[in-house]
C-alpha cells in the first residue's frame, strides 16, 4: 500500500452520483458548454420572447420585402408583409417543442422495443428486430408525410409522425445496451437476490445502459427539428401556427428577391441544430466511462 | 447452529445443464452444448465441497444451475430436503432467501450506480419482509461482520479496492441469512495477498454462522486451504470426488493426478519427488463428444475400452468416486 486513501470524508465528499461526475467531465468540453448557453438563450428567447415582443406573426405589419432594419423592422418582413421577427420568435417555439416530444416519443417507443427484445430474447426479439428492420427501410420522410397527409397536418400529427419514423436507432442502442448488460455479474447478483424482471429492466439495466441513449436522444431532438423544418417545408404543418420550416417554405418563391426571408430562419434552424448536436457530443464525452479521467 | 455434522444440506442428483448451438450457420442444424451432464454431490452441512475443473469445464454452469439462475434440463437440487428445480413465483423467491451467490469478479458484480449499503440492502428488500429499520440494522451488523467500516456504506463502489468489493459482495450474500452460500472462484480476481484476506474471512464466517460452502476454483492452492470434500471436473462431468486429503494424497483419475503435479510448491524436497504429468493435446469438441471417455484423447494411459464406452462414477471404498476404466489396473500406478 504504497499510497495513503483519502480520510473517509473526503471520500464520503466524493461519493456524487454519476451525474454530478459526468457534469465535471462535460464542463471540461468547452465547445459543448457554450453550445449549452446558446440552446438555453434560445430556449429561454422561445418562451419569454412573444412577451417581450408582443407583434402578432400573422398579422401584416408593413409592406411587403422590407429588407432587415429599415423602417424599425429588426429583421424585416415577408413577402405578405410580416414581422419576420416576430415569426422567428413565435416559430421557436414551435419548433423546439416538436423537436422535444418527438424525441420524447420515439425514445419511448425505441427503449420499449429495445428493451423488451434484449431482455427477453428469443422468439420476442426476433420479432421485434424484424418491426425495427422494416420501419429501418422505410423511407423516412415519405413515410411521415404519408401519415400528415392522411391524419391531418396538426402538430400532435407531425410529432407523432416523426417520433414514428426516427425510433428506430433508439431501439437498437438500446437493444444492444441490454444484450451487453444482461450478462454482466451484478445483473446475475440481482436475480439471486430476487428482484423480478420490471425491475430488473428498469430499475438495474436502464441506468446502466441510459449514457449512449441520452446522447442518442439529444442527438434527436436536433434530427426532429430539421424533420419538422423538411415538412413544413412542403406544406405539410399546420397553418395556424408559425415554424421556422414554415417561413422557409412560404417564401422560397422570392429567394432570388428576398434572400433574407430564406437565410434568416434557416440560420436559426442551424445555429439551433448545431447547438444541440455539439450538447450531445458533449454528452457523450461525459458519458463515456472510457473517455473519464485523461 | 443445531444442525447435525455430516447431514447433507445440498443433494445434487444427475444435473444436466445444454445450451443449443447453431452449427454451419444458416438453417444450420441445431446441436446441444452439455456443459453439464451427469452431475451428482452432495453437500453437508457446516462443510465446504469445492468443485475444481479448467475453463469451460461447467464448474460455474452446475453452480448457476443449483443457485436457479441458469436453466437446468434435468436431474434435481435438493436443498435441506426441498426441490430447488422447477420452483415458481413466490416459492422460488422464498428459495432464493436459503441459497445465496457470491460472483468472480467482484469488478463487475456490484451495481455501479448503487451505493454500497444499497447493494447490501438488495436481497433485503426483494426476498424479506423488513421494516427499513431492520434492514438498517441488518446492514449495519453485515458490514461489521465483513470488516467495511460504517462510514464506507455511502460510498460507490468505484471508491472501493477489489479485497474491499468482495466483502460488499459476501455481505450482500449474507443479507438473508442463507443456508448455501455459492462461492464462484470468489479470489481469482485479487491479489495473493488480498485472497488470503477474503479466505480466511469466509473461513471465519463459516464457523460463526454455520454456512455451507459450495466453493467454485481452478486454484487447487486455495481448495486445500478452503475445503473439506473436492469434486474435480471435466468436460462437464464428474471424474473424481472424494475428501481432501483422499484427493490430495491418493488422486485416482489420470486428470487429477495431472492436475495436482501442476499446483506449485515451494517445497524444494517436494518439488524434486513430483514429476509434472503434461497433458497433450486440447480437450475435445464439446457438442461432437467422442463416444469414450472424455480424457481418453488427452490421457496418456488409455486404451482401446476408454475410447469405446464412457467410464461410469463409481465408489472406490469410502466415498471415493472415481470415473475411470482403469483405476485399480497397474497402468495408471505407473503414471
Known amino acids: 500500500m504504497s499510497q495513503q486513501p483519502p480520510p473517509i470524508e473526503e471520500q464520503i465528499e466524493q461519493a456524487r452520483s454519476p451525474l454530478s461526475e459526468a457534469w465535471e467531465m462535460f464542463r471540461r468540453n468547452h465547445a459543448a458548454v457554450a453550445a449549452l448557453v446558446v440552446l438555453g438563450l434560445i430556449v429561454i428567447g422561445a418562451i419569454i420572447g412573444p412577451f417581450l415582443y408582443p407583434t402578432d406573426p400573422f398579422e401584416m405589419v408593413w409592406a411587403p420585402f422590407s429588407p432587415p432594419g429599415a423602417e424599425g423592422f429588426l429583421l424585416g418582413t415577408d413577402y405578405l408583409g410580416r414581422d419576420l421577427m416576430a415569426m422567428i420568435i413565435n416559430g421557436a417555439r414551435v419548433s423546439l417543442i416538436i423537436g422535444l416530444a418527438a424525441a420524447v416519443v420515439s425514445i419511448f417507443i425505441g427503449v420499449t422495443i429495445g428493451a423488451l427484445a434484449g431482455f427477453y430474447r428469443g422468439i420476442l426479439e426476433e420479432i421485434l428486430m424484424r418491426i425495427t428492420e422494416f420501419f429501418q427501410v422505410l423511407p423516412t420522410l415519405l413515410f411521415s408525410m404519408v401519415i400528415v397527409a392522411l391524419f391531418g397536418a396538426s402538430l400532435p400529427m407531425i410529432t407523432l409522425a416523426i417520433g414514428i419514423v426516427s425510433w428506430t436507432a433508439v431501439a437498437r442502442i438500446t437493444r444492444a445496451e441490454f444484450l451487453r448488460i444482461r450478462e454482466l455479474e451484478y445483473v446475475m447478483a440481482s436475480r439471486a437476490s430476487g428482484v423480478q424482471n420490471m425491475k430488473l429492466m428498469f430499475r438495474v439495466i436502464l441506468p446502466n445502459a441510459l449514457p449512449p441513449i441520452i446522447v442518442q436522444s439529444a442527438l434527436m431532438v436536433g434530427s426532429a427539428i430539421l424533420f419538422e423544418a423538411g415538412l413544413s417545408f412542403l406544406g405539410l404543418t399546420d397553418p395556424n401556427v408559425v415554424s421556422w420550416g414554415q417561413i422557409i417554405g412560404s417564401n422560397r418563391q422570392y429567394i432570388l428577391d428576398a434572400s433574407y426571408t430564406v437565410t434568416i430562419p434557416g440560420l436559426a434552424i442551424f445555429v439551433t441544430v448545431l447547438a444541440i448536436s455539439l450538447v450531445g457530443d458533449g454528452l457523450n464525452d461525459a458519458l463515456n466511462p472510457k473517455l473519464r479521467s485523461r | ?335
Open chain 2, 1 to 335: 447452529m443445531a444442525d447435525t455434522p455430516n447431514t447433507p444440506l445440498l443433494t445434487v442428483d444427475k444435473l444436466g445443464v445444454r445450451f443449443a448451438v447453431k452449427r454451419g450457420g444458416g438453417w444450420g442444424k441445431r446441436a446441444f452444448l452439455y456443459a453439464v451432464d451427469d452431475v451428482s454431490f452432495t453437500v453437508n452441512r457446516g462443510e465446504t465441497l469445492a468443485i475444481v475443473g479448467e475453463s469451460g469445464s461447467g464448474k460455474t454452469t452446475a453452480a448457476l444451475a443449483v443457485a436457479r439462475l441458469t436453466a437446468a434440463y434435468t436431474g434435481s437440487v435438493k436443498l435441506d430436503g426441498q426441490e430447488l428445480l422447477g420452483l415458481e413465483g413466490e416459492e422460488l423467491r422464498q428459495a432464493r432467501n436459503k441459497v445465496q451467490f457470491i460472483f468472480q469478479d467482484p469488478y463487475s458484480s456490484l451495481n455501479p450506480r448503487q451505493r454500497a449499503e444499497d447493494i447490501v440492502r438488495e436481497p433485503l428488500v426483494s426476498l424479506t419482509d423488513k421494516s427499513g429499520a431492520e434492514q438498517q440494522q441488518i446492514i449495519d451488523r453485515l458490514f461489521a461482520e465483513v470488516g467495511l467500516r460504517p462510514e464506507q456504506k455511502r460510498l460507490f463502489p468505484h471508491q472501493f479496492s477489489g479485497g474491499q468489493r468482495q466483502r460488499i459482495g459476501i455481505a450482500r450474500a449474507l443479507a438473508t441469512q442463507p443456508q448455501l452460500i455459492i462461492c464462484d472462484e470468489p479470489v481469482s480476481a485479487l491479489d495473493v495477498a488480498v485472497q488470503a484476506q477474503i479466505l480466511n474471512l469466509l473461513r471465519d464466517l463459516q464457523s460463526e454462522l454455520g454456512l455451507t460452502y459450495l466453493f467454485i476454483s481452478h486454484d487447487l492452492g486455495v481448495v486445500q486451504h478452503m475445503c473439506d470434500s473436492i469434486a474435480v471436473m471435466y468436460m462437464g462431468r464428474i471424474v473424481e470426488h472424494t475428501d481432501r486429503l483422499s484427493l490430495f494424497n491418493n488422486p485416482l483419475h489420470p486428470y487429477t493426478k495431472a492436475l495436482l503435479s501442476a499446483v506449485p510448491s515451494v517445497d524444494k524436497k517436494r518439488r524434486a519427488e513430483t514429476k509434472r504429468i503434461l497433458i497433450p493435446g486440447d480437450p475435445p469438441d464439446p457438442v461432437n463428444l467422442p463416444p469414450g471417455c472424455r480424457f481418453a484423447n488427452r490421457c496418456p494411459a488409455a486404451t482401446d475400452v476408454c475410447r469405446q464406452s464412457e467410464p461410469p462414477l463409481t465408489d472406490h471404498g469410502g466415498y471415493h468416486r472415481v470415473a475411470c476404466h482403469l483405476v485399480n489396473d497397474s497402468k495408471t500406478a505407473a503414471i
